[in-house]
């Protein structure tokens, strides 16, 4: 099975720029992962923020971004808000193999 | 568009349970209809996936106790779990993840 790695944690400052990025432990990250990202609050169920490396729900707020960047799938947080304070979650497909979750990414907004 | 889960509860290992995932505003024949679970104060797991064609695929962690089927007619996804484990104790998730329509979630509990 597959190792999809997230930073346990980062912090950005109202405002800022923020990105965080999901490895996998198979090599680098394509477009055939198909990369999702999500979005969970405290005692809340998950959002779908991307799907697709790029592509947006539509509650998805415009400061949001999906890309691959170098080996991984990054996710682009530009301006954020205290609202986005969340846990944010990838989850990456194999061929032949089932999808698999990164950790997760505490984002702290101070 | 909502998507009602129910069927939850404690159970004893060895234990069986059945998930439902019913959908409204949508056709779930017609989506990707995948199950995620959490368990406590941890991160989410991918469990299974039933597609629009009905081929469905199961994390390794799941196979051969775990089964994912769905009701054209009740437009309701389920999830059939067999031979619980301690370690199935967790929330479970019923989505269409590329259409951002998720269930409310239904903790499955499996304790002596």
């Known amino acids: 099975q597959a190792v999809v790695t997230q930073e346990p944690s980062l912090t950005v400052s109202p405002g800022g720029t923020v990105t965080l990025t999901c490895g996998s432990s198979t090599g680098a990250v394509t477009s055939g992962h198909y990369p999702y990202w999500f979005q969970q609050k405290p005692g809340q169920v998950p959002r779908t923020l991307i799907f697709d490396i790029s592509n947006k729900p539509s509650w998805t707020p415009a400061r949001f971004s999906g890309s691959l960047l170098g080996d991984k799938a990054a996710l682009t947080l530009s301006g954020a808000r205290p609202d986005d304070e969340a846990e944010y979650y990838c989850?990456?497909?194999?061929?032949?193999?089932?999808?698999?979750f990164g950790g997760g990414t505490k984002l702290t907004v101070l | 568009v909502q998507v009602v889960q129910s069927g939850g509860g404690s159970v004893q290992p060895g234990g069986s349970l059945r998930l439902a995932c019913a959908a409204s505003?949508?056709?779930?024949?017609?989506?990707?209809m995948t199950w995620v679970r959490q368990a406590p104060g941890k991160g989410l797991e991918w469990i299974s996936v039933i597609h629009n064609d009905g081929s469905t695929y199961y994390a390794d962690s799941v196979k051969g106790r775990f089964t994912i089927s769905r009701d054209n007619s009740k437009n309701t996804v389920y999830l059939q779990l067999n031979r619980l484990g301690l370690d199935d104790t967790a929330v479970y998730y019923c989505?269409?993840?590329?259409?951002?329509?998720w269930g409310q979630g239904t903790l499955v509990t499996v304790s002596s």
């Open positions: 989850l990456l497909s194999y061929s032949g193999a089932w999808p698999v």
């Open positions: 505003g949508f056709t779930v024949s017609s989506k990707y």
């Open positions: 989505a269409c993840l590329y259409c951002d329509n």
